[in-house]
């Protein structure tokens, strides 16, 4: 869920940046002569290439709006638009986050299990670890695979290798296991706690 | 791996072999899970940032552009008159030339403009996260760069003679500037350069930083 919206938050950007690219390149080589100055021989079509030109005539502008299609177009495409942009805004706004888990019983009949739960057991059992001084857990993926998302806080003298090793090996081991999962991947990312160093000598 | 799902103590170690996933039947879905896991750097590579603020602000300014555009076209077919900077605006690009300042200024923009957001889409960003060697089969772990400068001063605080020490850590580098008020400046470079080096091991980072230590004594009062 979260690489989907990675992978459109980037693709949606580069599109935007290709076609601003395009644009002002295209305007800049028109506006600056480079064609004429370079011996390009462009073809015939191509916008904007004498210094004379103008961004948009009104013959261009006007050239459809005596069609009757024309303005319905317009419109329906704006608002295909607005609402492309609007779902896009909103989905930054959103945090995915999983409400509920699918537990296997083995029986044949399935239990929820709720994702706030889990998310306390493993931020507790995390900040209990050696070294840790706290601990965000968050829930995400899919009912039946979820991920973790764990930002830790990392205490004054911690080993940042151990403390990743038994955070796998201990808290989400647990909660794999409590919760019958095969697996349950995740992303961990280390902060540290801003302190005073401590003289030895 | 039939017996798969009563061993749920048996961990998949992280190849990319979607064989045994894709032949057992309640699987679901690991197989693309993980191909969009590895589209994503593999396992020790970069933390890729989701891009959110970037994307926000470009699908709010797109999101005002054609929401007052699709207003004023609705406007207009409705029998009201246009707005002022419709009737301006296309008169100003019906026309300036191309060769005046503004317009090659706001086109020299738009390019800038868009190489930026080209490299925002391209590139992973969250350059003070450096990913760790994947110790943990599942787990994916990064380690922020102050946290790293941290760790590595508490260690660099506990050779003896060392007096305070202020420590760079950069992507590729972790840079040590000592204070040394007693033991000789190079016994004291040396046991910094062992207890860094050990620290550096300790950091379990994916690509190990170059060390280097600067140590000085403190200025005369």
Known sequence: ?201 | MSDDAQQPDTRRLPTLDPAPDASAEGAGGPPDEAATDTAGGGRAGRFWSARRVPAAVVALVLLAAAGLLLYDVVAVRAHHPAMAWRRWLARELATRHLDTPWVLAAAALALVLGIWLIVLAVTPGLRRVLPMRPTAPDLRAGLDRAAAALVLRDRAMEVAGVQSVRMKVSRRKAKAHAVSHFRGLDEVRADLGVALGEGLRQLGLAHRLGLTVHVRRPKKR
């Open chain 1, 1 to 201: 869920m979260r690489r989907i919206s990675t992978t459109v938050n980037r693709v949606l950007l580069g599109v935007v940046g290709v076609v601003l690219l395009g644009t002002g390149g295209l305007v800049l080589l028109g506006g600056l002569n480079l064609p004429a100055k370079e011996h390009l021989d462009l073809p015939a079509h191509w916008p904007w290439s004498r210094p004379g030109d103008v961004l948009l005539s009104a013959q261009q502008r006007t050239r459809w709006t005596g069609q009757g299609w024309w303005w319905p177009s317009v419109i329906a495409a704006l608002a295909v638009l607005v609402l492309l942009m609007l779902w896009w805004l909103l989905s930054q706004l959103r945090r995915h986050r999983l409400h509920e888990i699918l537990v296997d019983s083995g029986d044949g009949e399935g239990a929820t299990l709720r994702g706030r739960a889990l998310e306390g057991v493993l931020a507790a059992e995390t900040e209990a670890l050696d070294g840790v001084d706290r601990a965000g857990v968050l829930l995400t993926g899919r009912r039946r695979e979820p991920r973790v998302r764990a930002r830790l806080a990392l205490a004054p003298h911690a080993d940042p290798g151990t403390v990743v090793r038994r955070l796998s090996d201990e808290a989400v081991a647990h909660a794999r296991r409590s919760a019958g999962l095969d697996r349950l991947p995740g992303d961990v990312r280390l902060r540290a706690v801003k302190h005073r160093p401590e003289r030895v000598s």
